[in-house]
């Protein structure tokens, strides 16, 4: 079992639309939870960064972690062409020194 | 911009040469991590540095190697390659005790012709 699933998708939505991004993970040790966006062949960009469960809101991004369920959300409210992208969940453990990422979902966002 | 310096953004080499990829973490970062990324795949995880030590190895080949020097920078170094070698190679860095945001560098592409 792999420690980050994630749905590749592809995913695409009308421009306006709400997005749900999902991981699943079965360390219950993870602590760190991120999501990074990453545009075509260049370096992935930090959206949100969370610690243990809980909501964390920043613009049209929401984060959410669900620890009881080893399940992690990102929300995207009003989604634009320009949020078409990959999106990485990534984690990890408290004294840990590798970042665990799931695969990625490609979203296209169609105006 | 991240703060994560990346040289050279382009490599083109042929098999069985040997290239370095250098990387420059973000200032009062201590965390170095190296990543390979091929065509349509996930991010694979190389090595990590802390303070000029190794910490953790991911699945790196014997080919490869790192090194974090007294200044933070960091040079990954790749030999005898092989067309497989073919992949964008991030660097990410991180603050104090690795613990808390990772920052990726925008990445060198290696093509192996």
């Known amino acids: 079992q792999k420690e980050v699933e994630q749905d590749p998708g592809p995913l695409s939505v009308p421009e306006g639309a709400i997005v749900s991004l999902n991981c699943t993970y079965s360390?219950?040790?993870?602590?760190?939870f991120m999501w990074y966006r990453q545009y075509s062949r260049k370096g992935p960009e930090l959206l949100m960064y969370?610690?243990?469960?809980g909501n964390k809101e920043d613009g049209r991004f929401t984060a959410q972690v669900d620890k009881s369920s080893k399940y992690i959300s990102l929300f995207i409210r009003d989604s634009q062409p320009s949020d078409s992208a990959t999106y990485l969940c990534?984690?990890?453990?408290?004294?840990?020194?590798?970042?665990?990422f799931g695969t990625g979902t490609r979203l296209t966002v169609i105006p | 911009d991240s703060g994560v310096t990346q040289t050279p953004k382009h490599l083109i080499t042929a098999t069985g040469q040997r290239v370095t990829l250098r990387c420059s973490p973000r200032?009062?970062?201590?965390?170095v991590y190296w990543y390979q990324q091929s065509l349509d795949q996930g991010l694979q995880f190389l090595i990590q540095?802390?303070?000029?030590?190794?910490?953790a190895k991911g699945n790196i080949l014997e080919r490869f190697s790192a090194q974090q020097f007294p200044d933070l920078h960091s040079e990954l170094n790749l030999s005898s390659l092989e067309l497989g070698d073919s992949a964008l190679y991030f660097c990410?860095?991180?603050?104090?005790?690795?613990?808390?945001?990772?920052?990726f560098g925008s990445g060198t592409q290696l093509s192996v012709l």
């Open positions: 540095y802390y303070n000029g030590e190794e910490r």
């Open positions: 969370t610690y243990s469960s």
């Open positions: 990534a984690m990890f453990q408290t004294g840990a020194n590798n970042l665990f």
């Open positions: 200032s009062g970062d201590l965390s």
């Open positions: 990410a860095s991180s603050g104090q005790g690795g613990q808390g945001s990772v920052f």
């Open positions: 360390n219950s040790a993870f602590q760190y």
